[in-house]
């Protein structure tokens, strides 16, 4: 605090008191007691997931509150919602079978399904009893140091809700140990790959892999012999180490085949990565030596790219063919499946089918720069492509599954500048356009092919709402008017049944509690559902958010955020602003309804801070073609200008901004993103923490890096096509850096690569200048398991350097390990 001394009359300034400005201690108590732990025990369920029934319009749910899980049976058409099933009752004779003691109160039932005659349901429940794992065998043989041989004993059971009997059946083998198998709609074959070539075998030798998968009475048949590594005809080895390729080298692998619906043909797509060139990971941690992860990583610009190949089998024939579909260099191929009905989903099995009939399926073929698009039919008869609908565009085009209705076909597009659905005849002529203005939609929730009526997702259309705000509409397939379905200012989010008869509508905003209702395909509310209980939340002392609305740096495009205050806020004190940033172009990191992930928004902001969240032109997706094409071309500055806008604006507004000490914050793209910021505006930004920031994205992947930047297609003379990525990187403003910058990755990040962190912890060495390079061993992109370790270390940083808070903290994270559970 300022000090003026008094001595023998004269005036006498602390010079040294008068340099020192407020310093606050960072409050870690409040920011942990908001920890991911803690919230589980705070936050409970905040939707209604229905799962919809094959013979009526009713569903069940599971929906859990401070007084423990419930489980209810909804009856749209009588109006009704009682319990599945008297969990009191069920609890006491679960206690008899298992002989470990439960209550309804405490009742966990782990893979609840319910039934084929939809009054029984099926469970697991796990007992206090260790037994021998199952499969131990089998981990010995592939890791002979493998120790821990003991799991707890899972019990099945059957349970009849009408007559309460409950039944314990053998407990059945864990679906992951059988993730090889693509089984046919009819379930009389099952296609799978081995040793990088197709196999198949019938549904009798297939029940044997269920129960042995080393039984040696099994017999596969084997389709092609030409498979190879990097040309096989399934997804490969990626994730797994060196050491892990080979021990897997030999097991059964999935394939991503799509079936017709007879069950007699299926499509596949195979591709030629051999020339792709390889990149590397080091599992550090390994024991007793590090291991090699290697894999195929195409780059920006680079020539070698993965080839992709369409093929098609026939049982009849007992023919694989490979179908003449090139069409653009290095391009894309996209299979589309039908979209499973949704009262399937408590089904074991549910096949993958190709979209088309028994005669023709539909994909889409993408070029290179993604500017050209062709939605194609692939005619079986007479083993030609038809080319349906084409979209072209000077920068990169989005689309959306395509839709089948009888002879008619739904396609999405941005062609207009806003994303909107257009109807076409089979042939591929346009009939109308369905949707259209100022506004986007998001996509196809379903189609009545009885009432010719669209059921679609869609956001910005609602005056005086956040544009990003999702609602259902409907419109008829022969034009006319858009209903509204679910009105209210509110983020919507939906689950409809397969008739479109009746839809569960949860809506919430930052700033109120989740509410879900069911309602009519006409928009009319049948009944209330639940509301989410965050009293447990609200009685530790949180706050809602403030969502607010400023000026992009042109001063007129509106552009929107939120504002999360510590929930012990003072008014007339000066915070620190911390912005939470993630670029997009694919998405924005700002919420729009109440979720569960707090850690960089609300609990950061505990230490003493104001954190906000923001867009920025070239961010989400969900509003025009501008706004989301805005960066192409400048994938490194395109959203600065507009976060710096933000500073300026809010701290006019609010006295307790202190726009002298911002901080900034984002992981991934916005670890790029807060780096750039401290380069490009380094008398703005003054505290970075950038988390496995893509800092070169001449070295991030193709796909995105390619999409948002743009990638040049030149003709040669010859006629052949090359390809021309430039781009600026984070390094090249290294000089730049005046504030304080800690970069962290995670050292066997196999999506983006610690060498952007290292090349950009490079690039400040030679410029000779001070920061913190925070390494994480063992951890992917997203931290895994020391993810809340990182969080420690960035509310460090960041009391540290903007709250001027000097005293060290303890070595011991006393906050971490309160956390930890006691050793029994």
């Given amino acids: 605090m300022r000090k003026i001394l008094l001595v023998f009359g004269l005036i006498l300034i602390n010079w040294s008191a008068l340099a020192q400005e407020d310093v606050y201690k960072g409050n870690y108590e409040l920011a942990a007691r908001f920890s991911p732990e803690k919230l589980k025990k705070m936050i409970f369920s905040t939707s209604v997931d229905p799962h919809w029934m094959k013979k009526s319009d009713r569903f069940w749910y599971e929906y859990e509150t401070s007084d423990g899980k419930n489980w209810y049976l909804v009856d749209p058409v009588r109006r009704t919602k009682t319990p599945l099933f008297d969990k009191d009752k069920l609890a006491a004779e679960i206690t008899k079978a298992v002989k470990d003691p439960f209550d309804g109160q405490h009742l966990k039932l782990d893979e609840l399904k319910l039934m084929e005659d939809e009054n029984t349901i099926r469970f697991k429940v796990k007992s206090t009893v260790d037994v021998l794992k199952s499969d ?59 040793e990088y070539n197709l196999y198949w075998m019938d549904k009798e030798n297939f029940l044997k892999a269920v129960k042995d998968e080393k039984d040696s009475t099994i017999v596969e048949n084997q389709l092609t012999t030409d498979g190879e590594k990097d040309y096989e005809y399934g997804w490969g080895d990626r994730g797994d180490d060196n050491e892990e390729v080979e021990k897997k080298k030999k097991d059964r692998k999935r394939v991503g085949v799509l079936w017709s619906t007879d069950s ?236 479109a008869g009746f839809f569960v509508n949860t809506f919430s905003r930052v700033n109120t509690t989740p509410v879900s209702v069911l309602m009519d395909r006409n928009g009319a509310k049948i009944m209330d559902l639940e509301t989410a209980d965050l009293s447990q939340l609200f009685a530790a002392g949180y706050k809602f958010p403030e969502p607010f609305k400023f000026k992009a740096d042109d001063g007129i495009t509106d552009l929107y955020g939120v504002m999360y205050k510590p929930f012990d806020f003072d008014s007339t004190r000066k915070y620190p602003l911390i912005q939470y940033v993630y670029p997009g172009p694919q998405t924005e990191a700002v919420n729009k309804a109440f979720g569960r992930g707090l850690d960089r928004t609300d609990r950061l902001a505990q230490f003493g801070f104001v954190v906000v969240t923001l867009g920025n032109r070239g961010g989400h997706p969900a509003r025009s073609k501008w706004y989301h094409n805005y960066g192409y071309g400048d994938l490194r500055d395109y959203g600065l200008a507009d976060k710096k806008a933000a ?60 999409k948002h930047h743009g990638v040049q297609e030149r003709i040669l003379p010859s006629g052949d096509t090359t390809f021309v990525y430039q781009i600026e990187k984070n390094p090249d403003l290294a000089k730049n850096l005046k504030g304080h910058l800690m970069l962290s990755t995670g050292d066997v990040d196999n999506n983006v690569h610690p060498a952007g962190t290292i090349r950009m912890a490079n690039a400040l060495i030679k410029a000779g200048k001070r920061f913190e390079l925070v390494m994480l061993p063992g951890q992917r992109h997203g931290y895994g398991d020391m993810a809340e370790y990182f969080f420690w270390k960035m509310g460090d940083y960041f009391v540290q350097h903007l709250l001027g808070d000097n005293t060290p903290p303890p070595v011991d994270m006393v906050e971490m390990q309160r956390e930890k559970p006691k050793d029994k």
Avoid at 180 to 194: G, L, M
Avoid at 406 to 424: A, K, T
Avoid at 664 to 691: C, E, N, Q
């Fill in 264 to 499: 007699r043909q299926f499509i596949l797509t195979r591709t030629d990565q051999r020339k792709v060139k390889d990149l590397w990971v080091i599992h550090n941690t390994r024991d007793p030596r590090p291991t090699l992860e290697t894999y195929k990583y195409a780059m920006p610009g680079e020539k070698e790219q993965p080839q992709t190949e369409l093929l098609h089998y026939s049982f009849d024939s007992k023919a694989l063919s490979k179908l003449p579909i090139s069409t653009f260099k290095d391009q894309t191929v996209s299979l589309w499946s039908t979209t499973p009905p949704t009262n399937t989903r408590d089904d074991d099995f549910r096949p993958t089918l190709w979209l088309g009939d028994l005669n023709e399926f539909y994909f889409a073929i993408t070029s290179r720069d993604l500017k050209k698009v062709d939605v194609l039919r692939w005619n079986i008869e007479s083993g030609q492509k038809e080319v349906v609908i084409e979209e072209r565009s000077n920068t990169y085009i989005d689309f959306e599954k395509l839709e089948i209705v009888g002879n008619e076909l739904i396609w999405w597009s941005e062609r207009d500048g806003w994303g909107h659905f257009y109807l076409y005849g089979k042939d591929g002529s346009l009939k109308r356009q369905l949707t259209s203005g100022p506004y986007h939609t998001a996509g196809a929730a379903r189609v009545d092919s009885k009432t010719r009526r669209l059921f679609f997702t869609a956001n910005g259309r609602e005056k005086g709402e956040d544009p990003y705000y999702e609602h259902l509409y409907s419109i008829s397939l022969d034009g006319g008017a858009v209903t509204l379905l679910n009105k209210g200012d509110f983020n919507h989010s939906i689950g409809i049944n397969d008739n």
């Fill in 136 to 194: 131990w065998a089998e981990i010995k043989a592939k890791n002979k140091s493998a120790k821990d041989s003991m799991e707890k004993k899972v019990h099945t059971f059957l349970y009849n809700i009408s007559t309460q009997q409950l039944t314990e059946i053998e407990t059945e083998k864990d679906p992951k140990r059988l993730a090889w198998a693509n089984i046919a709609p009819d379930s009389s074959k099952v296609v799978f790959v081995r």
């Fill in 647 to 706: 500073i300026d604006q809010l701290a006019d507004r609010h006295s307790f901004i202190d726009r002298n000490k911002v901080g900034i914050h984002g992981h991934s793209g916005g670890g790029f993103m807060s780096t750039a910021a401290m380069l490009v505006y380094p008398d703005v930004f003054k505290v970075a923490v950038s988390s496995s920031g893509n800092h070169e994205n001449n070295i991030y992947n193709r796909w995105w890096s390619e």
